[in-house]
């Protein structure tokens, strides 16, 4: 079996690769669409169709503590418009200490999106604030 290291770092480098493929612009738009997409059906995998529809807040709420048990982060914070994402798992595996940069932000940002939607039928819009290996903030609307 792979280790999951390895293939966190395989798609890692493959999200580096559509970025120099088609650029930074281009590639954040496509990868936030990718976690956007991925986010839902990754929670309908694991635990179905939802009894009920969430307010967007609650949605938001629950959303940061699946992000920490199902592992993308071990501390993950709603607080005053923002989300707070500390110790993600896509940090480490980004090679350049430039994490901002990286379309692997646009991906959480798209996957935070995505679970939001799948619980709340409210569409999230996350915006980065401050940007840094292993501590990102987003503000949200």
């Known amino acids: 079996m792979v280790d999951p290291d390895i293939l ?29 997409h991925s986010g839902p059906r990754l929670l309908e995998s694991l635990i179905g169709h939802l ?12 959303t940061c503590m699946m992000l920490e048990e ?5 501390k993950v914070e709603k607080k005053d418009g923002t ?17 901002e940069k990286s379309p692997v932000v646009y991906f959480l940002i798209g ?8 619980m ?3 569409k999230i819009v996350l915006m980065p604030k401050e940007i840094k290996k292993g501590d990102m903030v987003f503000s949200y609307s």
């Open 8 to 36: 966190l770092i395989a798609m890692v480098e493959l999200i580096e690769g559509v970025r120099n493929l088609i650029g930074d612009k281009g590639a954040n738009a496509v990868l936030r669409d990718a976690g956007r």
């Open 51 to 62: 009894p009920e529809v969430l307010e967007k807040d609650e949605a938001v709420r629950r």
């Open 70 to 74: 199902l592992g993308f982060a071990k």
């Open 83 to 99: 989300i707070h994402v500390q110790d993600d798992i896509f940090s480490d595996a980004v090679r350049s200490e430039d994490i």
């Open 111 to 118: 996957l935070i999106e995505g679970f939001v939607q799948f």
């Open 120 to 122: 709340s039928e409210d």
